[in-house]
């Protein structure tokens, strides 16, 4: 059913796969259907893979704003599991801290099993400067998205192929981009601490 939607997308052009980007990113449960369906474009109409990248990064970018919007709007109700009364102050600093490497690793790599939509919400919930988080999609998206227009172009139907049998290797860097990330920040806080001193 899925290859008969992307079938039909594909159709569109551009136009179905930013609409399948923005409803992807605004909450409608659509795993590996986005990535799927680029690697199709590109493969298909190699010419039109990087604006189908292009759109498929605006839509992302539009649905990822709607609900990070809509839940800076509604406070905690948008959050299952949002920190116990008696530690909210710890959550957020460590999200202030963190919380962004938490969004931009699952929007950046397709295969990681990180619940983006729960970190996106957690970030509007917790007032994340508007600017810093669309910077973050802005630039996880644009990596992934003409990455695997890329991909598509230069490996055709063997694309998906790549991608199933490298998910070891692609998930052993999102791990050690994460933790750079991570030793980035504390690195940075630590000079900051030191300077202020």
Known sequence: MLHKIAEALVAYG??????????????????????????????????RAYFTAAMATA????GNIALFSAARGGGRRWVRGVPEPDRPQRFREWF??????????????????????????????????FRN?????????????????????QL??????FLEHNAF??????????FALVLAVRLSARRRDATIL
């Open 14 to 47: 551009p136009p179905g796969v930013f609409l399948l980007a923005l409803l992807d990113s605004v909450g409608v449960p659509l795993p590996s259907a986005m990535d799927l369906l680029l690697l199709l474009v590109a493969w298909k109409t190699p010419d």
């Open 133 to 153: 988080f669309t910077g973050v999609i802005f630039v996880a998206r644009v990596i992934r998205y003409f990455g695997i227009a890329y991909l598509g172009i």
């Open 59 to 62: 839509g992302s970018l539009i």
């Open 169 to 178: 290797n692609i998930v052993g860097v999102a791990i050690a981009v994460a």
């Open 96 to 129: 202030n801290r963190y919380g962004l490497i938490t969004v931009f690793i699952p929007a950046m790599f397709p295969i990681i099993p990180l619940p983006l939509k729960v970190f996106v919400i957690s970030a509007g919930v917790l007032h994340t400067p």
């Open 156 to 161: 055709g139907e063997n694309a998906q192929h």
